[in-house]
């Protein structure tokens, strides 16, 4: 875990949203081919109780060339500390923020989430708008 992450733990109500120390987390090894995030525009505790959420993480993750991680919409306590700090939206398992991955999915489970969506991209550092986006953004 980064030291930046560690400060920022220390900050909100419930640090264990975001550590990825579950059981049944995967983690692979850094000299994967392609690095995939998938994001849940929920907080956590909703996110983690959606069997979907589950059995694609562990599909993906059978792919041995492929790396799927996990992010949820974080709580505002985080998402005040991100942005006051500078910092970016980022997954559980290595931290690494949204727009350092190769593609970001979306698991969409109803239309009041959308808004979510858009702040995930935001935080994540990477443009909510198509037309702005460089050629390296996933």
């Known amino acids: ?72 919409a974080p709580w505002p306590d985080m998402e005040r500390l991100l942005r006051k700090k500078g910092y970016k939206l980022f997954s559980l398992e290595t931290k690494r923020p949204l727009c350092a991955f190769d593609m970001v999915g979306f698991s969409l489970q109803y239309e009041l989430s959308y808004t979510n969506v858009l702040n995930m991209l935001d935080l994540g550092g990477i443009p909510v708008r198509r037309k702005e986006r460089r050629a390296d953004d996933p």
């Open 1 to 72: 875990m980064s030291s930046e992450t560690e400060k920022l733990l220390s900050f909100v109500e419930k640090p264990g949203r975001y550590l990825g120390t579950e059981v049944n987390a995967v983690y692979k090894e850094k000299a994967v081919r392609f690095r995939f995030v998938l994001a849940f525009p929920d907080t956590y505790e909703v996110g983690m109780s959606h069997l979907g959420m589950h059995i694609l993480y562990e599909i993906i993750n059978n792919i041995p060339s492929v790396a799927c991680e996990r992010c949820f």
